[in-house]
């Protein structure tokens, strides 16, 4: 955590509202998005996002500053997601023992210049998008592990952690879903190309 981080939650210690309300301000767009992505439902987005933050407001005196800010409040993000979806009747309760190989692989392209070009930070955030709706057709259990590994960036450890499932099941549930999404991609673009091969056969 950087010396201005741990000075802002210093302050936000003391009561200092000013400097709780530039937490919130810093983190409320992400934290949404990764409660929208999780439960697909906006309202129930919405109210996770408020609920992470008086949660926040509330447990602050207890943050020891072991995990980054953002870590920490992304966890109580993910558990409130839990609780939500576990009301929905999602349980994760699924069990998957099958052998996985050891895939590192990101879903999303990782760009080695740290200040791309326009273009390029455009066309990734299209790519973004594009996969973002296929994520959104993955089962909860699929879906959380997805969004807490690319997204959240946590390890599959710190994911075995928050969800209080296998190092096996992690990987696992990793694994299946991108298999789903690479084929899912692959088919979606078949398809487009078939639309667009039927457009030319039209016109000529």
Known sequence: MSRAELELVERAKTGDMAAFEEIVAAHQQKIYTVAFRILENGEDAAD??????????????????????????????????????????????QSLDEPVSEESESLYPQLADDRPLPEELYEQQELKAYLEKFIACLSPDYRIVVVMREQMELSYEE??????????????????ARKYL??????????????LRLKDERRG
């Open 48 to 93: 996770v996002a408020q609920e992470t933050f008086i949660r926040v407001y509330r447990s602050l005196a207890n943050f020891k500053g072991d995990a980054s800010l953002s870590t920490w409040i992304y966890r109580i993000t993910v558990n409130l997601c839990k609780d939500a979806l576990r009301k929905r009747g999602h349980l994760f309760t």
């Open 159 to 176: 994911i075995s952690r928050q969800l209080g499932i296998s190092l096996g099941t992690v990987k696992s549930r990793l694994n299946r």
């Open 182 to 195: 690479r084929e899912s991609i692959l088919k979606d673009r078949e398809q487009e190309g078939k639309l």
